[in-house]
């Protein structure tokens, strides 16, 4: 057997990671440190990340586009309302740049068919793209100003829908989860084409989308609202989206509900 036969020498995927300009944030070290741990995740569980924020020029945003085997699009702040056709109404500052970007590379992703993951604005992202969009407020779903203490990260309760692909992926049907948002996706504003995977209460009335996956069981499109990144306030459980995202890239999904 030679070595490239063995497992532990099989290629790593290249994962793109849509991210936020650290250079326009208020802190930029510790933006620097939040998009680390998206990059840290993934190489964790076996992938090669290839970053990209706004200050990449065309060229290189085309190329990782094409050699990429997946798209993560990570957290950020707002949307601008414009994209889903309505004025701000409790929405706050967005960033073009970044909603650009992360449009371009989700219809590149799209086009291509690979495995497509959302975390926190990145689910937001997905549902907006794919034709939703957004409750611009909700209350108590913030947690305290990063880097929190692991203690100090809000929670709540994340229900998983039985018989969805993501419920299979994980093994469970309720996790606590940690929350860092203030805008969410509610059924109403669910888009075409995506299903509810997993929701939790809200003092509005509707329960919110906190977890979501393509309606196409041959498509791999998964998102989360909360951070599995922040594994010092995460289940352990929400390993398993990691792992499956990294194995579907890599062209040898496990079980995963399906698709690939």
Not at 176 to 187: M, P, R, W
Request: proline content about 8%.
């Amino acid at each position: 057997m030679t070595s490239e036969t063995l497992p532990d020498q099989r290629r790593r995927p290249r994962i793109v990671v849509t991210l936020s300009n650290p250079e326009r944030a208020r802190n930029p070290g510790v933006a620097e440190g939040k998009n680390g741990r998206y990059l840290d995740a993934l190489r964790h569980h076996g992938a090669s990340p290839l970053p990209l924020d706004d200050r990449a020029p065309a060229a290189t945003r085309h190329r990782a586009l094409v050699e990429a085997d997946g798209l993560l699009i990570t957290g950020g702040v707002d949307i601008d309302p414009v994209r889903y056709g309505e004025p701000a109404r409790g929405s706050g500052p967005s960033d073009a740049a970044r909603d650009a970007l992360d449009e371009e590379a989700y219809r590149a992703a799209s086009a291509r068919g690979i495995p497509i993951l959302g975390i926190c604005r990145g689910l937001q992202a997905i549902n907006v793209f794919a034709g939703g969009a957004l409750v611009q407020h909700v209350e108590h779903h913030e947690s305290p100003a990063y880097p929190e203490r692991a203690a100090d990260a809000t929670r709540h309760e994340l229900r998983m829908l039985a018989g969805t692909r993501l419920a299979r992926m994980l093994g469970t049907d309720r996790l606590e989860v940690n929350s860092f948002h203030h805008q969410a996706v509610d059924l109403p504003r669910l888009a075409p084409g995506l299903r509810v995977a997993g929701t939790t209460a809200h003092d509005g009335g509707e329960p919110l989308v906190e977890a979501l996956e393509s309606a196409d069981p041959e498509r791999w499109l998964f998102a989360v609202q909360c951070h599995p990144e922040r594994i010092e306030s995460s289940p352990p459980e929400l390993a398993a989206l990691w792992e499956a995202f990294v194995a579907a890239a890599s062209g040898s999904p496990r079980d995963d509900g399906g698709g690939g």
